[in-house]
């Protein structure tokens, strides 16, 4: 074995999984806090022009529905396709923001090996 090649994991790759720790590290306290914001962050679905609403959570959780009194005169078929609209459009935004808050979090993340 010549020297300086110890093992195969030279003092340069014990550099390079150090710093991949710390990030890995940063990661977890920012998965943490974004949590901590998905919690109280409040995402609102819609549909027929603001006249259903659906608000979820940032973690999707249900926690209201606002449906118009004119929405209500259409029928019981009508309002439960327009909430469901509304539904799947606060879910979309919910996934949406999720994704770039994740995105945000490990954006530059370079781990050896990844």
Known sequence: MSQGQGFGFGLGKMKELAEAFKK???VQEGAK???EELEVMEIEGEAQGGLVKVVLSGNQEPLRVTISP???EQGADIVSDLVTVAMKDAYNKSTATM???MEELTGGLNLPGM
Do not use: D, G
């Open 24 to 26: 890995a590290q940063q």
């Open 33 to 35: 806090r974004l949590q």
């Open 70 to 72: 004119e929405v209500l």
């Open 99 to 101: 994704r770039e808050r």
